[in-house]
């Protein structure tokens, strides 16, 4: 079924300050919602941030209890092409793949029956932005979640060293995303008989004009988001068939 029933949605930040600032606006301009029993709350995270993730749990079990969770997007990121040389490429795989990675480990135990897990991507991650000897590593049957740690550290360790020549794609962004499509992926596979009936899908929202995005972005957030709302609200049954999937435009898309 989709999800009707009243719903409370926890947004989450770095900044305190900006995230407080964001609850209050999309509170403001969601008064129809609120009425239909849809309500937000602000709670500080930092993927980052082994402590913060933890107190973000601790907080979820002491309000809910446990199996509290329907729902988790995983969106938090950093694009920053202005720290460059090998800060950059570490600041950016620790915080996209191996944060997103860190709080999904913390928070799988409060997922709820039938419940999803979606992680927005990116285009830029596709598979074939590398060589074809290094999609065949990420795109391996039987890839372990070690192993896809294995290949990201490869990655920090090859480019900080200056090499060009090792087949992964140029941008660590992009493959901070391709870390994270194989992520849902290899979750899917790993978790498909828990009783739980967990849904794994990562999804490209485009290229949106966002603090991230930039001005020049041809699409508005409203257009966005249209394709993680749709995984976070489409009928389970019908999206269970594509579990681990990587979707565009609201449609599964070749990764």
């Not at 941030?49 to 002491?62: H, N």
């Not at 849902?184 to 739980?196: G, H, K, T």
């Amino acid at each position: 079924m989709r999800i009707t029933e009243p719903t409370l949605v926890y947004l989450t930040s770095r900044s305190e300050s900006a995230g407080e600032s964001a609850i209050a606006k999309v509170m403001k301009d969601s008064e129809a919602k609120r009425a239909a029993g849809v309500t937000a709350k602000y709670h500080q995270l930092d993927i980052n941030d082994v402590d913060s993730i933890g107190k973000f749990r601790q907080d979820l079990l002491k309000e809910h209890g446990e199996r509290c969770i329907d729902v988790l997007v995983n969106n938090a990121g950093v694009s920053d092409n202005t720290v460059e040389g090998n800060k950059g490429v570490k600041e950016t795989i620790a915080t996209n793949y191996y944060g997103t990675k860190r709080v999904t480990e913390q928070l799988l135990d409060l997922m709820n029956e039938k419940s999803r897990i979606v992680f927005v991507s990116s285009m830029m991650g596709e598979l074939s932005n590398h060589s074809p000897e290094v999609q065949e590593k990420f795109s391996a049957s039987d890839l372990q979640v070690q192993g896809l740690d294995n290949l990201m550290d490869d990655f920090v360790k090859i480019k900080c060293s200056g090499d060009d020549t090792s087949g992964y794609c140029a941008n660590h962004y992009s493959t901070s995303k391709t870390g994270v499509t194989m992520y849902a992926r290899i979750l899917a596979r790993d978790y498909a008989s828990d009783p739980r009936g967990l849904l794994f899908v990562s999804c490209h929202p485009g290229w949106v004009k966002t603090d991230m995005g930039g001005p020049n972005a041809p699409l508005s957030v409203e257009m966005g988001v249209q394709t993680p709302i749709y995984l976070v609200t489409e009928d389970y049954n019908r999206l269970l068939a594509y579990n681990g999937m990587y979707f565009t435009r609201k449609t599964v898309d070749k990764f």
